[in-house]
Structures are given as C-alpha cells and as structure tokens.
C-alpha cells in the first residue's frame, strides 16, 4: 500500500514538475524536449522488451498471456464500443488501403522495438542490469516530458458534457474486467491491475512490472497494446459512423498516437472529445494503476 500511495504521489510531483518546468523555459526549448517523446517511448519499449524476456523466453507462458491480453482489450473495445454507440450514423465511404495502413505504423514501430528487446535479452540483460538502465527510470522521464507537454491544454475546455465520454470509457473498463475474471483464472483486481493503462501501453507495461510482477507488466503492456490496434481498425472502418466509440476504444491514446487518425476518420467537431477524453485518461491511468495495486 505504501509503495503504490508513494507512486501516485511520484507521479503527480512529475506531472506537475514537467507543468511548471515548461512553463518557464522558451517555447523553442520546450519543443526541443517534447521532440525526444517518440524516441525515449522507442528506447523505453526496447528496454521493456529486454526486461520482460524472462517471461517470453518461455514460449507456453508468452503464448497465454497474448491470448489472455487479446481477450480482455477485445471485451474491453467490444463493451466501450456498446456503451457508447450512437444510432441513426450517416454512412461514411473509405479512404482507400493508404490511409488504413499508414497508422499502423507507429504501431509497428512500437511492437518492433518492444520485440528486438525480446531477441536481445539472452546477451544484454545482464549488461543492462549492470549498467543500472532500467524501463522504470525511463518511466519516469516520460511522465516528466508529458507533464510539460501540457502546457497547451486549457482546463477550461473540459465540462460536464465532454466527461461523460471517458467516464463511460472506464465504466466499460470495469464491465470488461468483471467479465474476464469470471472466464479466466485472473481475479477481478488483478484484471484491473492490468487493464488500467486505458491504452497506454508504453506506460502501463513497466508501471505495473516495477509494482507487481514481470508477468502482470507484459500482460498489462499486451492488453494495452491490442487494445490499440483494434482501435486503429476501427477508425479506419467506422470512425465517421461511431466517432464517440471510436474515440472511446482509443483511450489514452486519443490524445497522441490516436489522434492523427482520429482528425483523418472523424468530423471535426470530435477533435475535442478526444483531446479531452485521451487527456482525463491520461492522468487516470497511473492512478488506477497504483490503486487498482494497492488492493492486490
């Protein structure tokens, strides 16, 4: 319990250090920093990837926790996607194979670091640990950087109205969770545990590794990771239909890997759902995650 209330607070500081720090350094400086968030996020899923081969090295163990975290991001998109569908949708043609490949590109990159890590980690893990690099400073370096990247959003955007989205969002969390663990041998908290990053999984997989397990942070770093994917399908497909489902099966990740796809599949006036959904989950997340430990 200690150590999760300690994290919270940990974070919370990061977030409001990066806030302020940015604040008082120039706008060019601020976007100098905020251009290395895709490059630690890269580095953090590689030093991931060597961290949780422990657990992968053993292909049984590895298969169970890819089929397990399949099934709980897809009850999770499945049940967001009902809670939150809108009828009577106006039907919206494609935008050909080029625009449904080009966002699983981060994707692929993100899954391509996070696998090298997994073929490195008979030669280097030893080397890593050595050399003291481990994804949980990295963690919280990213935190930092995210605090700072703030900055731009106005608090006076968010009402009443535009809450109600990631509210149902974590409500249809929470329905998932309790239908995973009446089906698979997880308890409704260790479900929660891993089913708290809402999407983001670059945060999600070393949080809950550093407070649990190996085996609870890669399947939590899995489930967040199909969770994204099938949100990128249904962008693609659907976004214009069912924006506010859409958006909702995106999650954290409404506000930055998400959201270019979002503004090319959604009308515009959804652009603000999103940065505001993806922003309140975003600060929820490693709360959840450390509240959702504290009760193991």
């Known amino acids: ?34 251009s290395c968030l895709s490059g630690l996020v890269m580095l953090l899923l590689f030093v991931m ?7 992968f090295i053993n292909k049984e163990t590895g298969l169970d ?51 090298f890590g997994l073929l490195v980690y008979p030669y280097i893990h030893t080397k890593l640990a050595a050399s003291h690099i481990s994804s949980h400073y990295l963690l919280y370096l990213l935190i930092f950087l995210v605090g700072m990247d703030l900055v731009n959003f106005k608090l006076s955007s968010i009402n009443r109205r535009l809450l109600a989205l990631p509210a149902l969002t974590i409500a249809g969390t929470l329905i998932a969770v309790l239908i995973f663990a009446q ?51 249904f962008l693609y497909f659907l976004g214009k239909r069912q924006p506010q489902s859409a958006i909702g099966m995106s999650g954290a990740a409404a506000l930055d890997s998400a959201l ?9 006036e959804y652009i603000k759902h999103a940065i505001i959904s993806g922003f309140v989950l975003s600060l929820l997340a490693p709360l959840f995650i450390a509240f959702s430990v504290s009760l193991l």
């Not at 990837?49 to 657990?55: I, M, S």
């Not at 999770?76 to 949708?89: G, Y």
């Not at 270019?260 to 515009?268: D, G, L, S, T």
Request: proline share 3%.
């Open 1 to 34: 319990m200690k150590e999760s209330l300690l994290s919270v607070l940990t974070i919370i500081f990061l977030l409001s250090l990066g806030y302020f720090f940015s604040n008082r350094i120039k706008a060019s400086y601020r976007q100098a920093c905020l």
């Open 49 to 55: 990837g060597v961290e949780f081969g422990q657990v």
């Open 65 to 115: 926790i890819a089929i397990d975290a399949m099934l709980l991001s897809g009850l999770i998109s499945l049940i967001t996607f009902l809670l939150l569908i809108k009828r009577n949708s106006v039907v919206d043609r494609g935008k050909g194979f080029a625009s449904f490949f080009a966002p699983f590109y981060g994707c692929a990159k993100a899954g391509g670091s996070f696998c």
């Open 260 to 268: 270019p796809f979002i503004k090319q599949n959604c009308h515009e």
């Open 183 to 233: 089906v698979r041998p997880y308890s409704f908290v260790e479900s929660m545990v891993v089913a708290s990053g809402f999407g983001w999984f670059s945060l999600s997989g070393p949080m809950v590794k550093s407070l649990v397990s190996p085996e609870m942070g890669a399947m939590a770093f899995m489930t967040d990771f199909f969770r994204e994917m099938f949100s990128i399908i």
